[in-house]
């Protein structure tokens, strides 16, 4: 059994800040837990809006705290974000997402990251070995 605590974790290297400024993740199980996903406890900074495409990656994402939409750019549509919405990017799918305030959302993904993965030009996470 594993059992952590995310404020312990946001004093270690678990937490990782994106370098454009949109976001922060503690990364609370990853690849070398050998669980076969990682969880992630992320806040999106409020007025945030960004593109990603997890090309190589599935992500799941529950909003706990805050306001936002994503825009699935393969059809143009927007879906409001708040605390109860679960979106799943089960097409890879490339999509844009605004914070209308600071957003609370715990994410998974599959296969597992690493711990040190940040967006490529692409919006994708490189697959690690
Ligand atoms: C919702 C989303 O994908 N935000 C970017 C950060 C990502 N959740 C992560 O690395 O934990």
Redesign the pocket.
Known sequence: MIVRDLAAAKKTSRR?LDPNNN?E?V?LLLKDDKVGFSF?I?T?YRGAEFQ?HYQNHF?S?YCMVGEGEIENLADGKNHPIKPGTLYILDQHDKHI?RAFSEMQ?A?VFNPP?SGK?VHNAEGAYELTE
């Open positions: 990782v976001w993740s990364r992630h992320t999106i990603m992500e994402v997402l959302m994410c990251l993965e």
